[in-house]
């Protein structure tokens, strides 16, 4: 017996959300519908598969990579842009021993899995194929004799999303139904009733999260945010004290599932305000914190020579803060050669004892980056210092896309940056500030997760 799992649709019957993923990343109650696939594969004694991958395969591949966090021996199979389910199979076929299970693990219907293996197992016909009613599943088995012939739909959204007349089907007995728009996703991320967050979220204490709220993983929800029934996707932050109700929201994007209505995160920042500047209270502030760091100095320095073999320092440009409030100039200084946070950001240290870095504000961006910041959400961020200590950095993860980023300065920008003092010193006493950015080892056992 072989199993095939199907993970190359591409995102069109997401709508909106179509450029910002697939259905195999799409989360489903905290966690990847691929990854419920996995875990139902497992559950029903499954311990290899074959994983057919078209769309953003490089994403798929390094979030699953070999299986072994869930104990399934994973192999990656190309699927060409203008090549059919059937044509994959039979460019398979000196792979495949017995009888074949192909299963869309992009669909939701992971539920039905282990049922359907069971009970298909058992049959004789040459295409079994699962369905639940008259609603296609997804699942099929197919006798090796059948492959030559064989082919399958891919897309439940699409019109050949229908049982063939050479497929006996075998209803599973379950009410299942495959994820085959926006709507269908939204009701099962809901299905709970009550807030469902990955492990790998972030969600601040005074946040409120209620009716089947669920973030998923390396997405951060903010202070006093106030979310119902809503669907915060990877790489995401909710700025502090944002109200959504029943949408979905991907990195800016906000979505209702029920419409494909679209709109921005930022559409609900609060109307402009004057620029403010960096004050003398901001130099005395990071004066204090020079002579802080004095003893630091040296150890950054010896560590940056040995771990970068004899090269310390590394230039940095970044759009310093002007003569006048919301005005930018270009500032050249350095930066310590390491990954360590605390370490190479003391050289900027400097730039706030000469006033073109406040202590707090909005992040530091390179001089051709901020000219480019013109649009209105973006052009916010001139309306506060640029900071030393700045929101974006310490909270947003880094494998999000910049705009995420932007967009948690735009709101400090707007909202003022309260807290970041203690903020900052949360940070600093936090793994993330000395250590290197740690990214996910889909090969790594859970256990051994801190």
Not at 97 to 111: H, I, K, Q, S, W
Not at 378 to 388: D, H, S
Not at 420 to 427: E, R, Y
């Amino acid at each position: 017996m072989t199993t095939v799992l199907l993970a190359d649709r591409d995102g069109h019957a997401l709508g909106p959300l179509a450029d910002k993923t697939v259905p195999s990343l799409l989360p489903l109650r905290g966690a990847p519908i691929l990854e419920r696939a996995l875990e139902s594969l497992v559950s029903a004694g499954v311990r290899s598969a074959l994983v057919v991958v078209g769309p953003r395969a490089v994403e798929i591949e390094k979030r699953f990579g070999k299986g072994i966090r869930w104990g399934i021996a994973l192999e990656y199979v190309r699927r060409e842009e203008e090549e059919t389910t059937g044509a994959v199979l039979r460019r398979l076929e000196h792979r495949l021993d017995g009888d074949t299970f192909v299963l869309r693990g992009d669909a939701g219907v992971e539920g039905a899995f282990g049922e359907f293996l069971e009970r298909a197992g058992r049959r004789s016909e040459a295409v079994v194929a699962g369905v639940s009613g008259e609603r296609l599943l997804g699942l099929w088995r197919i006798r090796p004799e059948a492959l030559k012939k064989a082919d399958l739909p891919r897309d439940p959204a699409d019109a050949d999303w229908t049982l063939d007349r050479g497929h006996t089907p075998l209803d599973v007995g379950l009410d299942v139904a495959p994820i085959e728009g926006l709507a269908r996703w939204s009701a099962l991320e809901r299905a709970e009733g009550k807030p469902v967050l990955s492990p790998r979220a972030i969600v601040a204490a005074s946040a409120k999260l209620s009716g089947g709220t669920t973030v998923a993983e390396e997405a951060v929800v903010l202070g006093k945010a106030v979310l119902e029934g809503v669907s915060i996707l990877p790489r995401t932050v909710i700025p502090e004290g944002v109200s959504l109700s029943g949408v979905a929201v991907a990195q800016n994007l906000v979505i209702d599932p029920a419409t494909g209505a679209t709109s921005l995160l930022t559409d609900l920042l609060p109307g402009p305000r004057a620029p403010r500047a960096a004050g003398l209270g901001s130099r005395l502030a990071g004066l204090g914190l020079f002579l802080l760091s004095l003893p630091l100095w040296p150890v950054a320095l010896v560590w940056s020579l040995v771990a970068n073999a004899g090269h310390a320092r590394r230039p940095f440009a970044f759009a310093g803060n002007g003569a006048t409030p919301g005005e930018r100039e270009a500032v050249r200084t350095f930066r310590f050669e390491t990954a360590i946070p605390v370490f190479r950001d003391l050289p900027l240290l400097l730039s706030v004892l000469r006033g073109s870095l406040a202590l707090t504000g909005v992040a530091p961006l390179p001089p051709e980056e901020e000219s480019m910041t013109n649009a209105p959400w973006t052009a916010a961020r001139r309306e506060a210092p640029v900071g030393l200590l700045a929101r974006s950095r310490m909270v947003v993860p880094g494998s999000a896309p910049v705009e995420v980023a932007r967009v948690v300065d735009a709101f400090d920008s707007r909202n003022g940056c309260r807290g970041l003092v203690s903020l900052g010193l949360a940070t600093f006493f936090s793994v993330r500030a000395w250590t290197a950015p740690k990214g996910w080892n889909p090969d790594g056992l859970p256990d051994t997760e801190k």
